[in-house]
């Protein structure tokens, strides 16, 4: 799995806050229950749009930067207007939550309606208190839980609390599971929310504001349904390599065979080569962008910022024959450069994030 490939990746899509939210707790349980294998565009915004003109609400949409107004279509409202599965099912369509043994999908609304307002939970300022209280939202979990219907690892619920103003918890579907392995992580719907948490975290700091799972998880949708490919739209590289960058710091070449740094420059030249010849890239004449974050364990790693963007740049440059020294010990790894020289490094971007393991990404960008 490369990590650092999926951040630069979610960087250049440019996370954003939610702008809007549905107005209602009913419209988030109906988004949740049909979007499960089904077109959100064409079938379910449609649909839920269907649901609140019928309930005289002609702006389910609202903004996500004020505080919410009063829900128009509470649950025990949209209980007694449609206290049967048939009645609900004839303003929406006749879906099932799986083709083997579902129920009906306005079935499963009833059931999370009765179940959320059993515990207390009828509107969206409900949900927000709940959420305060881990005990009692356990328990409304493991009984939304039983309902049909509830995805991998409960993707349904996560998406449902997604909706009800959770930044934090995030529906990893199909599309966001597909993004992420395309840009090699490819992993499971639980895995991929740890990723993604991961991923808010070191953007918030790579970004200078806050980046949270549900601002990521909607970018990469939207990206995979788009089906955009590749990282930002300039030539661009991302590799991580584990341990610590190579330090520049002394007049012995860090390319000689007794220098103390020889494993941390064998690990970077190997993890660039492998990517290199992944995306087919060669060394370039032009004038390139460095960006580097490194992980550490410490809050201060054991080296300082222009040490380890020297060492960086000098094992990625060309070597230059005038360095007289035998290269011999690296084998295929003596002759690959990403950049000719490194002054066509025009400018530089760095950041430490702290992190259990040290490893570090670097990122070459055409200018």
């Known amino acids: 799995m490369s990590f650092g490939v999926v951040v630069a990746a979610v960087a ?3 996370p954003q806050p939610r702008r809007r939210r549905w107005g209602s707790l009913s419209y988030c349980v109906l988004d949740a229950v049909w979007s499960i294998s ?14 609140a003109e019928a309930n005289d609400d002609r702006h389910p949409l609202v903004d996500a930067e004020v505080p919410l107004p009063a829900d128009n279509l509470p649950l025990p409202i949209l209980l007694a207007r449609y206290p049967t599965a048939e009645a609900l099912q004839a303003i929406t369509n006749g879906q099932r939550t799986s083709t083997r043994g579902g129920i009906q999908k306005s079935e499963a609304v009833l059931r999370y309606a009765r179940i959320l307002i059993e515990h207390g939970v009828p509107d969206l300022a409900a949900v927000a208190v709940m959420m305060t209280d881990q005990t009692r ?17 409960g993707v349904r619920r996560g998406y449902l609390w997604m909706l009800s103003g959770c930044d934090d918890l995030i529906k990893p579907d199909r599309m966001v599971l597909r993004w992420l392995a395309r840009h090699g992580c490819p992993v499971t719907a639980l895995e991929a929310r740890d990723i993604i948490a991961r991923v808010a975290q070191e953007l918030t700091v790579r970004l200078h504001r806050p980046v949270t799972p549900w601002m990521v998880d909607h970018a990469v949708w939207k990206d995979e349904r788009a089906g955009a490919s590749g990282v930002g739209t300039r030539p661009t590289i991302v590799f991580d390599v584990d341990g610590v960058p190579p330090i520049k710091n002394e007049a012995l070449s860090l390319f000689a065979a007794n220098h103390s740094q020889r494993e941390r420059v064998e690990r970077l030249l190997t993890a660039a080569t492998a990517a ?28 300082d910022a222009t040490n380890f963007l020297g060492g960086i740049a000098d094992v990625l440059q060309g070597r230059k024959t005038t360095h007289r020294i035998d290269l011999s010990h690296l084998g295929e790894l003596a002759e690959f450069a990403l950049f000719d ?9 760095y950041r430490v994030v702290k992190d259990s393991v040290p490893s570090y990404t670097v990122q070459v960008t055409l200018r």
């Open 137 to 153: 939202w356990n328990t409304v979990e493991h009984a939304l839980a039983d309902v049909p219907g509830d995805g991998q690892d």
């Open 12 to 14: 250049a899509l440019d």
């Open 276 to 303: 290199a010849e992944r995306l087919g890239w060669t060394s370039v004449p032009d004038h390139v962008e460095l960006d580097v974050t490194v992980r550490s364990p410490a809050a201060r790693p054991s080296g």
């Open 38 to 51: 089904s077109r959100y565009d064409d079938v379910v915004i449609p649909l839920v749009h269907r649901v």
């Open 341 to 349: 020289d490194d002054s066509q490094i025009q400018e530089i971007a």
